[in-house]
DNA sequence: CGTTAATTTGAGACCATTCAATTTCGGTGG
DNA sequence: CCACCGAAATTGAATGGTCTCAAATTAACG
């Protein structure tokens, strides 16, 4: 067993501080949580009164810088954070300093549901590019759960889905190879792109990097540099510079082995909310 | 891409058909969900209200054998399945007919918590063993968490903490090798077990055939055999005829990057529940 | 005791890793 | 505008891990 410093505490994470910029209870009369609802509204209706309640909630904005820790591991977690703008993942850092990417996350989604329970964050969340979260408390938020049902709800079919989300990526990592899991990868990001309508024409932003690509599909990064020119020279995708072109989407899900119907079905149709109560 | 008939569809599966034995609520005044108790009572306390409305619960009561779907995906999910004895595993079928397993399951569990919002089940439920498990109805259940908040922590808390599991197994994949996967498989089952307080001196009953830990480790059978017969002579471990026996488990933990704490740590000390409400 | 499933073994091909070294790219300062 | 720098992307060759296919052995069960 060799010891060596963890892979990502020198280079590039030290330009990334953490820059944290409260800003209170909003006076504008917009929350930043209403972004909440545009991904709610499509699978759960929310109660008037638990909508106006969530806006109401006081939260703190923050910005955080590329590959910045949003959450640490370890942290006592007395907020819950949304992110507002930007894209994030979920990690662990292995024993050897390997970086593990678990999930990712997109604007309008609560980062650390998963951590509601846990007095301190079981991995780490870290920014891909420049993002923007709000955090609210903890407590007020558990409270505002209690005394509404539809929040409630929302809140815990959101975290369902990421279970599901999970399984799925379990699946991507037992049955695929090197260019299943990068496909998959692919698929599952434009396709939850697609679903939060923030896909621009032919293609969409693409923020990670091949290293972090690699980090999210256990394969080394020189591997995952071949796999995805292979990808390209067959004409299914075309990546460049942070930039992604899905060239024939039926052919990188044939790869991926991903499930399109599958992940759709849980944002809209299917997923009725079961009647908890009564509001 | 070459059509073959599903691995699971031919063989060993056909003598282990659906054999499902109604028995209507309860006479004798010992419910099986009483199960559910031993393992929530470490993680959240349930007020004694909640507990006596989920006793009350009608169930019915069935027997599966080996290898027998308890839940079908696409099924419709009219009902909670809890677990009573023996194991069951989650798993989806891939295109190619190769089973996928995603999660384990122990006596004590609801196993299709995941469903409880969607309309038809996203994966298979699938019995180890032999095993019993009581159905309650779906919405008789989401009537009596709405109503009982201690009972809607526990249940909630309980899929959280399979999220969590999720995701660690996801790690496992990223980070080891063949003898890593098997080990780390290896230590979350016993370490579940032993949570349960089901281990039996030495070591413990494991219904796993090396085809079926081939499928949760993404391995072939071949290689699985191979990478058994490596741990097994490098002194970690001794299985024969489904028992396991673990004679080095901090080597077996090191081989698999499995941190015992961090299971540890979710079912007792740090899990504890935040007041969704005062009941 | 015979049948079927489960485990074991071998050899060759293929996939992914390792360890360099090299090139491209975006940003920075002269 | 160019020179420079570090990070990211790319390339090559050798090594090691895993798969495939097929056959043999052992174990489980009626």
New interface residues.
Partial sequence: ?ELELPKYQNSSRQRAERTRSCAGIPVDGRSVLEDLFKRWRCA?PISTIAKSALIGLPWTQATFGREAYVVREGEPTSSFTVLVSGFAI?Q?L??DG?R????LHFPGEFVDV?N?????A??NIQALNSITVASVS??ML??L???H?SAR?SI??D??V???T??E???S???NDAAGRIAYLLCEFVARLRAAGMTDGTGCHFPMSQDQIA????LTGVHTNRTLQALRKSGLIRLSSNRLEVLDWDALC?VG?FDEA?LHR?NTA????????HE
Same sequence: chains 1, 2.
């Fill in positions: 067993m759960a979920r662990k292995a024993s390997r593990q990417i678990v999930s998963q509601c329970f846990l007095d301190h079981d991995c903890k407590s558990l409270k759960m209690a005394a049902p709800r815990w079919l975290s369902m990421q279970t599901l999970l399984g990526w379990i699946g990592l037992q049955r980090d999210a599909t256990g044939e082995g599958c849980r299917e997923l009725k909310p079961a009647p908890l109560s």
